[in-house]
């Protein structure tokens, strides 16, 4: 059975989809799906490719049980759109930006990942990066539900999707 794959984009790969890659790992771990999703994350802008994820982002994760620090930051790549089931966003400039790039018979695997949440919670995960550690809270809180929501439809539509 081939695995369901996941990539989670921002702009640069040190912040929000680290920690929305490890809280999706830990998602499904928790729900026994770990061996079935392949998890990745990349960013649209290439300028801190090869960095590590923010301490400030891996303090926080690591708060929750998520260990982030290993991930290196990379730049979304043209065969990662052929390559992964589901390529979940940030916001909507990163969603802008992956549109253009991204070839017309993938697009409908392009989704803000707040899409799978609560509408009361909004559509974009704001960049924490120029704030202090209470912006990289917020983001992990949404991110945590936003990702729980998704395993969840993972699970709903397993037949299809798994």
Not at 131 to 136: C, D, E, P, R, T
Request: with cysteine.
């Amino acid at each position: 059975m081939k695995k369901t794959s996941v990539l989670m984009v921002c702009r640069q790969n040190i912040c929000r989809s680290p920690m929305a890659e490890g809280l999706l790992k830990q998602h499904l771990k928790q729900s026994g799906l770990e061996r079935l999703v392949k998890v990745d994350s990349a960013g649209t802008h290439g300028d801190m490719q090869g960095s590590r994820a923010d301490e400030r982002a891996c303090k926080v994760a690591l708060n929750y049980g998520v260990d982030i620090g290993r991930n290196k930051s990379r730049k979304i790549k043209p065969k990662d759109f052929l390559k992964f089931d589901h390529i979940l966003v940030m916001d909507q400039s990163n969603y802008q930006d992956l549109l253009q790039q991204c070839p017309p018979e993938y697009v409908e695997k392009l989704a803000l990942v707040m899409s799978f949440a609560c509408k009361d919670l909004g559509s974009d995960v704001p960049d924490p990066y120029y704030g202090n550690i209470a912006g990289f809270e917020k983001v992990f809180g949404l991110l945590n539900v936003a990702v729980g929501d998704f395993v969840g439809s993972l699970i709903k539509n397993e037949n299809r999707v798994l």
